[in-house]
């Protein structure tokens, strides 16, 4: 799998998702397996100007081996400006969001709502594909609404104005994350274009991987949502495809471990006070699932510090042994 002249160790990718694919959670995905991380979305504008935690969303880690830096907007030369900015951080990969379905991005002209504008889609992709000299890819989903699904087109005329790879998630804007991915449309997409296809949607462990592979010829696949609470999914993955390998889930302790240490690593980012707040829905990932789960989650909705997680952390493996 190569975008360009990148090679990759793997074809398991970790998808950019808002609020969760921190720095820290990326550094343990690529330590899990995860041959290509993307930060969170970074608006273009508030790149340029010189918005703080706008800079700070596109800091890598070092453990990161190839990383791409997403931006989201809807004006080509602000969008340009943003790219540039984003070398600064020295990432891979320059990723354009045109796949977030969340109204403030999408009701604002960024994300999803490019799916309703072609044309514009290649401008940005064009504009910016100009500036630098760094591969460009683009996020898209299956269209905006049943009354758009517009993915083809929009992969080619992407392809067209210089993108160097496309990720597709397989539902429209206006499904968010509900129903089933469209494997069908992933793979016709993948037909339509000679650039690499990255499926995206419904993937959670390697058997899903591997229909995703299988029914859509893509070139790679990015997880998503499977892999909060669950980093190790790279590896099981990797192993499947590779050597037909199941690995089995680790054990209560060894997923609380890395619980732990992920929040740590949290914390050394940006502090206690911030990374505890934010490792709420982490640990309820975590724990979901486990004998007496739901009543330590609810107990994790309220984390102020450390010494409290480990110690519900405790109490867990001690009512789970």
């Known amino acids: 799998m190569k975008i360009k002249d990148i090679e990759f160790d793997s074809i398991a ?8 694919a921190d720095k820290a959670f990326r550094e343990l995905c690529a330590r899990f397996g995860a041959a290509y991380t993307v930060t969170e979305m970074v608006s273009a504008k ?3 100007m010189g918005d703080r935690k706008s800079a700070e969303l596109l800091s890598l880690g070092a453990d990161e081996k190839t ?6 907007g809807d004006d080509p030369e602000i969008m340009a400006q943003a790219a540039v900015k984003c070398l600064e951080f020295k990432p891979s990969i ?15 002209g960024g994300g999803a709502s490019l799916m309703k504008n072609p044309a514009l889609a290649g401008e940005i992709v064009k504009a910016v594909s100009k500036v630098v000299s760094i591969p460009v890819t683009a996020k898209i989903r299956k269209g905006w609404d049943d009354d758009c699904v517009n993915a083809v087109e929009m992969a080619q005329i992407l392809e067209k104005n210089g993108a160097a790879a496309i990720t597709i998630h397989g539902r429209t804007r206006k499904e968010m994350y509900s129903g089933k991915a469209d494997l069908e449309i992933i793979r016709k997409v993948k037909e339509a274009v000679d650039i690499p296809v990255i499926g995206n949607g419904d993937i ?4 899903s991987a591997a229909i995703m592979l299988e029914k859509t010829n893509c070139d790679a696949i990015m997880v998503g949502r499977g892999a909060m609470g669950n980093p190790w999914v790279f590896q099981q993955i990797n ?17 609380l471990s890395v619980m732990l240490k992920h929040v740590e690593k949290m914390i050394e980012y940006k502090g206690e006070y911030t990374a505890m707040r934010e490792a709420r829905h982490h640990a309820a990932y975590y724990t979901k699932g486990l004998r007496g789960g ?6 994790m909705g309220s984390l102020e510090s450390f010494e409290q997680l480990q110690e519900i952390t405790f109490r867990i493996l001690k009512e789970n042994a």
């Open 13 to 20: 990718f970790l998808a950019p998702m808002a609020g969760v």
């Open 46 to 48: 508030g790149l340029t």
């Open 67 to 72: 990383a791409g830096a997403q931006i989201f």
């Open 94 to 108: 320059i990723d354009i969001n045109m796949g977030c379905p969340a109204p403030k991005v999408a009701m604002n």
């Open 204 to 207: 959670v462990d390697a058997q």
């Open 239 to 255: 192993a499947y495809l590779s050597d037909c390998i199941v690995i089995p889930p680790p054990s209560l302790t060894e997923k």
């Open 294 to 299: 739901a009543k330590f989650r609810a107990e």
